[in-house]
């Protein structure tokens, strides 16, 4: 199954009717993540069929907590891929012994920031956010650079030819640059 562009409205959307039990969201949740998913629980455990079998259970539980998802700052695909994440991680740990090997395992350490590291991109993000909040084509920036849409992808979204919409996102940059230096 070929998965759709996964827009983090469109995702939490889905997440919240899955949280009343909506088949037909669930099944729309899993088109448009899987693929992502799936490469999260391939890459920690190495095994196509460790990974599918992952991916199930790990879809499993998304059915059972999707009422835990909450719409804050962070994206719902980030949600789901800490969900693929622990369970991949978590089959690892109850593997036999000896079908790991130890190398593979100093690799499971979280390499996430540390809470310094935190208050420090926090205090960023802000900065960037009031900057973004200056420049007109603040939403082509975030659907580029955060949301991953292609230059096509958001011509087509705002309605305008590719090479304008290289150029908005081109001086949109300048200025974001200009005014994070305080220019």
């Not at 310094?116 to 084509?137: H, M, Y």
């Not at 650079?145 to 705002?158: I, Q, V």
Request: glycine share 4%.
């Amino acid at each position: 199954m070929i998965s759709q562009v996964a827009d983090p409205t469109d995702i939490s959307l889905l997440l919240s009717r899955v949280a009343l039990r909506d088949r037909a969201a669930f099944s729309a949740l899993y088109g448009r993540t899987s693929a992502k998913l799936f490469a999260v629980t391939l890459r920690l455990t190495r095994n196509r069929a460790e990974a599918e079998d992952a991916l199930q259970e790990t879809f499993v539980k998304i059915w059972q907590h999707a009422g835990q998802y909450r719409d804050t700052q962070h994206s719902p695909m980030a949600w789901l891929v800490a969900i693929a994440r622990n369970h991949a991680i978590d089959r690892l740990r109850r593997a036999p012994k000896g079908s790991v090997e130890l190398d593979d395992t100093l690799n499971l350490a979280d390499t996430g920031p540390t809470p310094e590291a935190i208050v420090a991109a926090s205090s960023q993000r802000k900065q960037i956010d009031d900057c973004l909040k200056t420049i007109d084509t603040a939403d082509a920036i975030r659907g580029a650079y955060l949301d991953g849409y292609s230059y096509d992808e958001l011509a087509t979204r705002f309605d305008v030819p590719l090479n304008t919409m290289k150029t908005w996102l081109r001086r949109g940059l300048i200025k974001l640059k200009d005014c994070l230096n305080g220019a």
